[in-house]
C-alpha cells in the first residue's frame, strides 16, 4: 500500500520519493542530511536471512526468514571533513542511540529507512577527521 504523508510518498518496498525540498522529517522520524556527501564509492553488501532445515540424506530446504528477509548494509565514510563536520554527523547518529530508525537516501538511489548502530571518528591532523558509520536497513513497522 502506499501512503501518502504531505510532499512525501512512501511505497510498500520501504522506498521514499518526494515532491519539493527534501523533508527534514517523514513521520515521526527524521531525514539524515549529512554536511556533505560520504566518500564514494559507497559500498554495501546485502545477505538473505534464512531457515535451514537439514535432513539425513544430505538434502536442504531452505526458506526465507520474515517478510523482508534479505539484509541490506552499507558502509559509509566521510574523509578530511572538518571537526565541525564531524560533530554533525557524530550527533545525529549518537543522537539516534543505535536503535531509532531514520531516512537517508544513498547517491542515486531512493530514500529509505536506516539504523546504524555502529560508528566512529578518527583524527587526521589538525582540525581534519574521518567518520565512517555501518547502516543497516530498517523493515521495522513506522
Known amino acids: 500500500m502506499t501512503v501518502n504523508i504531505g510532499p512525501v510518498t512512501i511505497y510498500p518496498d520501504g522506498t521514499a520519493t518526494w515532491s519539493g525540498a527534501t523533508p527534514s522529517y517523514i513521520g515521526t522520524q527524521p531525514v539524515w542530511q549529512p ?29 526465507p526468514k520474515g517478510l523482508n528477509h534479505v539484509t541490506m548494509n552499507v558502509n559509509l565514510s566521510f574523509s578530511n571533513i572538518y571537526a565541525a563536520e564531524k560533530d554533525a554527523i557524530l550527533g545525529f ?7 531509532q530508525p531514520f531516512w537517508w537516501q544513498q547517491p542515486n538511489e531512493l530514500m529509505r529507512r536506516w539504523i546504524c548502530e555502529r560508528w ?23
Do not use: C, I
Not at 38 to 61: C, I, Q, S
Open 35 to 63: 554536511p556533505r556527501s560520504p566518500d564514494a564509492p559507497v559500498e554495501g553488501d546485502e545477505a538473505p536471512e534464512l531457515v535451514k532445515h537439514r535432513f539425513n540424506d544430505g538434502y536442504v530446504m531452505r526458506s
Open 93 to 99: 547518529l549518537r543522537g539516534r542511540g543505535g536503535y
Open 120 to 142: 566512529a571518528g578518527r583524527q587526521l591532523g589538525p582540525d581534519r577527521w574521518q567518520v565512517t558509520a555501518a547502516l543497516t536497513r530498517d523493515w521495522s513497522p513506522s
